[in-house]
């Protein structure tokens, strides 16, 4: 067997689909082009339409098709008609990744309840309940794959990020449930937890913040936040068959942090 075709066997997903949510920019755009560029057909969700069109074009100007998939995920009737209308739009559905989310940053005495019930709507039920629609779809299909975008604080505890680290710890922990209940039914589920991106919604706040900058740079092991694109390869591997021993991992994309620090870095 040669290398090209060796390659093409464990990493190619041409003939397969992907539902990408969240992914009308940031991590989302980045991981919908990465799965377009390995030869998925790519399903778009988000609730900006303007934005899901960048995306779609990003995905053709990549060499992919991209399928845009609007709406909202606010309640388990709009999950499951997300699935339905991409099964339907997409022929199949084969690869699902959780990546919508979002986050208020504030002291616990701050978060109010409706803090607490956005976050956890957003980042925690509706991948629980678009991880169990899909779930039904790739077992009637033979198996396929789910991958949740969790974070730093899947593991870690952060200042101002209360209710946004208890819904990245909570997938975590049920990406690893799922994984093993859905095994019997041939698929794998994983999560990925970025380290600290520079995105439009961190590169404020992180960044161009001379403090914040400084800390990070400090305890990142290789001296640089990350890029959406640093997320290309994991996600691809993945979703992809060179992975179908791996399930039930939380995989850590954060060049170093999570490993440890050295108290001889300079600004440390």
């Known amino acids: 067997m040669s290398q090209t075709s060796l390659l093409q066997q464990l990493f190619s997903l041409e003939g397969k689909t992907a539902l990408v949510t969240g992914a009308s920019g940031g991590l989302g755009r980045a991981l919908s082009v990465a799965l377009a560029g390995a030869g998925a057909r790519v399903g778009i969700n988000g609730v900006a339409a303007r934005r899901i069109e960048d995306t779609v074009r990003a995905v053709e100007q990549s060499g992919g098709a991209g399928v845009a998939l609007p709406g909202a995920l606010d309640d388990v009737e ?13 022929g199949r559905l084969d690869i699902l990744v959780n990546c919508a989310g979002i986050n208020r940053r504030k002291l616990i005495e701050s978060v109010t309840p409706d803090d607490f019930d956005a976050i956890l709507g957003l980042n925690l039920r509706s991948a629980f309940f678009l991880s169990q629609a899909t779930h039904r779809v790739m077992r009637e299909q033979g198996g396929g794959k789910i991958v949740q975008i969790g974070s730093m604080t899947s593991t870690l505890g952060l200042a101002n990020l209360s209710v946004y680290g208890m819904t990245k710890s909570a997938l975590a922990q049920v990406t690893k449930t799922m994984a093993v209940e859905w095994a019997k039914d041939n698929i794998q589920v994983n999560c990925i937890a970025p380290g600290f991106m520079r995105t439009p919604l961190t590169e404020e706040y992180y960044w161009k913040d001379l403090h914040r900058s400084r800390w990070l740079l400090g305890r990142i092991p290789a001296r640089r936040g990350g890029y959406p694109q640093d997320l ?6 993945l979703a992809s068959p060179a992975s179908s021993y791996v399930t039930g991992q939380v995989i850590a994309v954060d060049g170093g942090f999570t490993a440890g620090g050295s108290w001889e870095n300079e600004g440390a």
């Open 232 to 237: 290309a390869g994991i996600v691809i591997w």
């Open 78 to 90: 709009a999950c499951t008609k997300l699935v339905s209308e991409a099964q339907k739009a997409l």
